[in-house]
């Protein structure tokens, strides 16, 4: 079975400093990858996917996230954290061409302060 | 499109009154997804539907919770009797032919009182 390990539960940055939160998967084959952003009071909203190709991933509000499958990695990462990043980071991923529906982590709380 | 519509956004009743939450998923979605996310248990896939069917339930925390999908466009969460321990948002999620990327409504935050 799949799963998904984000390491640490909470995550502070200073306004302008580099946002790194970390993804790490379980499967034997790669899977698809996702992170999910959730701001306050809100659903969860897609900021990227890896499925194929490129292995450096653009998504919105300027993070992006590299596959490594050595690593069995989907880190995600903004270089100048902004106070509006704010929010909590699910990483999620999903088996290839499979028949189960996307398992997410635990979450990361990304505070940033000023 | 409008995405994920739910309704209430809140709901806040006494124990043991019946909740009904509702789900329209967005147009052409085969599948939908209930979510149940609360601080203490992070977020918990209760049960999701492809094509109106239930397909894995194991997730619903007990015969307490229902779910239906009569149609492609509607889905109910029924909890009857609530409980206080019920109190958390819980999120109606879709997405299209072949399980992929699942776009969330903005969920509803239910209190029991």
């Known amino acids: 079975a799949q799963s998904v390990t984000q390491l640490g539960s909470h995550v502070s940055v200073s306004e302008g400093a580099l946002v790194l939160l970390r993804c790490n998967y379980s499967?034997?084959?790669?899977?698809?990858l996702f992170w999910y952003v959730q701001y306050p009071n809100q659903g969860l909203q897609l900021l990227l996917k890896?499925?194929?190709?490129?292995?450096l991933v653009k998504g919105i509000n300027g993070f992006e996230a590299e596959f490594k499958k050595s690593e069995t990695s989907f880190h995600l990462t903004k270089p100048s954290a902004h106070m509006s990043d704010a929010a909590e980071y699910f990483c999620?991923?999903?088996?290839?061409?499979?028949?189960?529906?996307?398992?997410f982590g635990k979450g990361t709380r990304l505070s940033v302060i000023a | 499109d409008a995405g994920v519509i739910q309704s209430p956004r809140h709901e806040v009743t006494e124990m043991g009154q019946e909740v009904t939450l509702r789900c329209k998923p967005i147009s052409g979605h085969d599948y939908l997804f209930w979510y149940r996310q609360t601080m203490m248990r992070g977020l918990e896939l209760l049960i999701y539907?492809?094509?109106?069917?239930?397909?894995?339930d194991s997730g619903m925390p007990e015969d307490r919770f229902s779910a239906k999908m009569p149609n492609a466009s509607f889905s109910t969460l029924k909890i009857q009797p609530s409980e206080p321990r019920d109190s958390a948002v819980y999120f109606c999620?879709?997405?299209?032919?072949?399980?992929?990327?699942?776009?969330f409504g903005p969920g509803t935050r239910l209190t029991v009182t």
């Open positions: 890896y499925t194929t190709g490129a292995t």
């Open positions: 499967s034997s084959v790669p899977p698809y």
């Open positions: 999620a879709s997405c299209g032919t072949g399980l992929s990327e699942q776009y």
């Open positions: 999620a991923v999903i088996q290839r061409e499979g028949n189960t529906p996307l398992v």
């Open positions: 539907f492809n094509n109106n069917v239930p397909i894995d």
